[in-house]
């Protein structure tokens, strides 16, 4: 059973940071894209930003380009999303999600992602 677990959250004033961490205890965690998705109060889930298998290739949605950075660390099961610059717009719950694929393409679509973690919740104030 592949459980993210996603760590990191919290209330931050606009223009402050975060790293948000999602843990992935699975063996063969280096065989899965990762990808951070986010869910504001009364809106559908939307793609953040994602890392192909070895972190070789990223994608990142317009709104957050820039200002947000995602890795990986294969060898401790480790993904993270380093969040700069945050702006009250960016309030939502950030889920972490896996993919098991071969290509190189990162899905940004969420019916694509496999597994989920429980999300954590970041508050920006004005």
């Known amino acids: 059973q592949v459980q993210p677990t996603e760590s990191g959250g919290g209330l931050v004033q606009s223009g402050g940071s975060l790293r948000l961490s999602c843990r992935v205890p699975e063996r063969t965690f280096a065989r899965y894209h990762m990808a951070w998705f986010r869910q504001a109060p009364g809106l559908g889930r939307e793609f953040v930003s994602g890392?192909?298998?070895?972190?070789?290739?990223?994608k990142y949605a317009e709104a957050v380009k820039g200002r947000f950075t995602i890795s990986r660390d294969n060898a401790e099961n480790m993904v993270y999303l380093q969040m700069n610059n945050l702006e009250p717009k960016d309030t939502a719950i950030y889920y972490c999600?896996?993919?098991?694929?071969?290509?190189?393409?990162?899905?940004?679509?969420?019916?694509?992602?496999?597994?989920w973690g429980q999300g954590t919740q970041v508050t920006v104030s004005s």
């Open positions: 999600a896996a993919r098991p694929s071969t290509e190189l393409i990162i899905a940004t679509t969420s019916d694509l992602y496999d597994y």
């Open positions: 890392i192909s298998r070895a972190g070789s290739e990223t």
